[in-house]
């Protein structure tokens, strides 16, 4: 129970890899808030905030779903007002609401570069700034969901890794900035198996993980002390390596096929030469 009592506020934690972290995070003895932008059900998407609060009070421990749209500060300011006033404190922020889209820059739609520009890194820099005073009166965590910084970032892909770089940096600076809240950046090294990869054919189910790894690695990052941990835009097999997990084969999407680095060489062919 490594997160006993914590409140723990996860953006776009209807599925996916914020789902799987709301319940790794609620079997540690947190309570979750729960945020997305709608808390009906999608045409082809599975699930819903309400089935992952169900989820989460069938393991013992309390659930606030909360719609809400990244992109508006007024609804943010709310989503945390929300929880302060449900729970009386805020321990930590996942920042994992997310937009991808791809193009090269010159066919790039300006509508869609907002669009990921609004979700990615001001959704993450208004539920940062909004959950601030609340995370410094007990200490804090603040996680988003994105990568190393690289110099070979990968062609047609420049808008959003311009948004996911800018939530990397948002991350240090809360680090830098603040005395009793860490700042974390977490990516995962493989694909992994989501909407979005399975959508967007990011890769295969060979080359994919679940998304219990990042979970796993979210929990470990919020268990630290936050007085103590120092800022590293960290990588999922990193995180959980210091913990002495090395044996990876359990996030296998295929049981008999270990994936390769897909994530990374998206980003960076080099990735192991070049990220920071």
Not at 174 to 196: C, K, M, Q, S, Y
Not at 205 to 220: G, N, S
């Amino acid at each position: 129970m490594r997160l006993k009592d914590k409140v723990v506020l996860i953006t776009g934690a209807s599925r996916g890899v914020g789902a799987a972290c709301a319940l790794a995070c609620a079997r540690e003895g947190a309570d979750l808030v729960l945020a997305a932008k709608s808390m009906e059900p999608h045409p082809t998407l599975s699930g819903t905030l309400p089935e992952v609060a169900d989820a989460v009070k069938a393991l013992g421990r309390d659930a606030l779903p909360v719609s809400v749209d990244v992109r508006f500060p007024e609804q943010v300011e709310a989503m945390v007002e929300k929880a302060v006033a449900h729970f009386g404190r805020l321990d930590a922020l996942v920042n994992n609401a997310g937009a991808i889209y791809w193009s090269p820059v010159g066919e790039h739609s300006i509508k869609r570069f907002d669009l990921v520009m609004g979700v990615n890194v001001r959704g993450a820099f208004l539920a940062s700034h909004f959950a601030m005073p609340h995370l410094r009166k007990n200490g804090g965590h603040v996680i988003n969901m994105s990568p190393p910084i690289c110099v070979g970032a990968g062609a047609g892909k420049a808008p959003y890794l311009v948004s996911k770089f800018g939530m990397t940096f948002l991350a240090q600076a809360i680090d830098g900035e603040e005395a009793n809240v860490a700042g974390h950046a977490l990516w995962p090294v493989t694909a992994i198996r989501t909407a979005a990869t399975e959508v967007f054919g990011l890769g295969s189910p060979e080359q994919w993980r679940t998304v219990d790894i990042l979970a796993d690695a979210t929990v470990e990052l919020l268990s630290r002390d936050p007085a103590t941990s120092t800022f590293r835009a960290w990588l999922d097999e990193e995180v959980l390596a210091e913990t002495g997990i090395t044996d990876f084969s359990g996030y296998r999407c295929v049981p008999d096929s270990e994936p390769e680095p897909f994530s990374m060489q998206l980003i960076d062919p080099d990735w192991k030469r070049t990220w920071t």
